[in-house]
């Protein structure tokens, strides 16, 4: 063996090891020093150690609380948790029609948030200039800077091309194809944040696996159902994004050969009867040309026929391409969310109905179909859990070291 490896492994164990305490405080909140080692394996004696550099490296603090020791008696341990002052992490949702953006700790409480209306199909040069000043605001209602950002996620509406960051699509996102909205971000922010690009449903479904719906969950299917439907896929508790990044544009399979024509270019997409714009045709005809979105959904929860039987029918076609996708896949759950799922939808309903109809017995007894827990903040969540999981690339730069 080399000194250069010699020297090196032990590097490498030292790294692997504040990883897993630094990822085991960041998914528990706070936890005692006896806590970290039973969590991750290690002896108390490491732990201590770790714990000490991890303070002075300032990733950690020492809180002024115990917890009691319960049943099992002894000493009450002191309770650590990561240190706000370590960093904060970004995350950006684009809509087709909206702007959101979080700023969180490390702990993914969430310090301060913005919301905007806005055209974001329409101009992408807009829209991230728009993100970057909303970035500015809660960056100063939290009373940091730039400098303190570890990192920020972008979900975007539409497949992101892996090898390249950027957007794939002509026809969901046409004035940003082509474009690095990583680059375009940082440039705007005036400073190299590293920013994680990804679909939306993707997003959102880190979020209700990590905070939400399908907390536990390794085999996930999250439907994003609003202006389009997307999918997100968790296989073996990793995402599945397809080598274009499209995977999961549920919107955009066949519903019916002889539909109405997408906006995709092709005829009959699940999206042309499920989507919201032809939902709210069906329902503005009775509730005025100024119906929206979430209007409709509102109007489906407290009891209107009409909007229940719309949302109902959505639900069955959506439910006969999931049960084709679950035949595939076999999730052990689906969970619906977007403006119009969540909790006690109608569409759910309809998908249930599919769902019994169209899959296979096995599959229909081995899934759980729920709605979404977290509203419109799931892709904000998932984001947040994006980029402060990689606790690897956070301990590595603490400690002067490049992946």
């Not at 997408?262 to 919201?276: D, M, P």
């Not at 407290?302 to 109902?312: T, Y």
């Not at 619906?336 to 969540?342: N, R, S, Y």
């Amino acid at each position: 063996m080399s000194a250069g490896r010699s020297e090196n492994a032990p590097l490498s164990t030292r790294r692997r090891n504040r990883v897993q305490v630094l990822d085991a405080l960041r998914s528990s909140g706070s936890a005692s020093r006896a806590d970290l080692a039973r969590r991750t394996g290690l002896s108390r004696s490491t732990i201590s150690g770790l714990i000490t550099e991890l303070i002075g490296d300032g990733l950690v603090v020492d809180r002024a609380e115990t917890r009691d020791p319960g049943a099992q008696g002894g000493r009450p341990g002191a309770l650590l948790s990561l240190d706000r002052s370590a960093g904060a992490a970004l995350a950006i949702d684009f809509g087709h029609t909206h702007l959101r953006v979080a700023l969180a700790d490390l702990s993914a409480e969430i310090l301060a948030e913005r919301e905007l209306k806005i055209d974001v199909d329409g101009s992408a040069s807009a829209a991230l200039d728009a993100a970057a000043e909303l970035t500015r605001e809660v960056l100063e209602e939290a009373e940091l800077t730039v400098d303190d950002l570890i990192g920020a996620a972008m979900g975007l509406p539409g497949p992101i091309d892996r090898a390249t960051g950027a957007v794939g699509s002509s026809v969901i996102l046409p004035d940003w194809v082509g474009l690095q909205p990583a680059q375009e971000f940082a440039h705007r922010l005036g400073a190299p944040v590293g920013v994680i690009v990804d679909n939306d449903a993707n997003l959102a479904t880190l979020g209700e696996a990590r905070f939400g719906a399908a907390i536990g969950a390794t085999d996930l299917v999250y439907v994003k159902v609003a202006s389009g439907i997307g999918a997100g896929i968790l296989l073996g508790g990793r995402l599945h994004r397809g080598a274009a990044g499209s995977a999961g544009e549920l919107g955009h399979v066949l519903h019916d050969a002889e539909g109405d024509i997408c906006r995709c270019g092709n005829r009959g997409c699940l999206e042309t009867v499920a989507g919201a714009a032809p939902l709210l045709r069906l329902l503005r005809h009775r509730h005025g040309p100024e119906l929206t979105t979430r209007g409709m959904a509102e109007l489906a929860m407290s009891g209107d026929v009409g909007a229940r039987r719309v949302l109902i029918d959505a639900g069955r076609a959506i439910g006969r391409s999931l049960a084709d996708l679950s035949n595939i896949l076999g999730p052990d759950q689906i969970v619906i969310g977007g403006d119009l799922g969540g909790e006690g939808s109608a569409l759910i309903d309809g998908i249930r109905e599919s769902l019994g109809r169209f899959a296979l017995p096995a599959v229909v007894g081995s899934v759980e179909l729920s709605g979404g827990q977290l509203g419109n903040r799931a892709e904000l969540l998932g984001g947040l859990s994006l980029v402060i999981g990689d606790t690897e690339r956070l301990s590595s730069s603490r400690m002067g070291v490049t992946r």
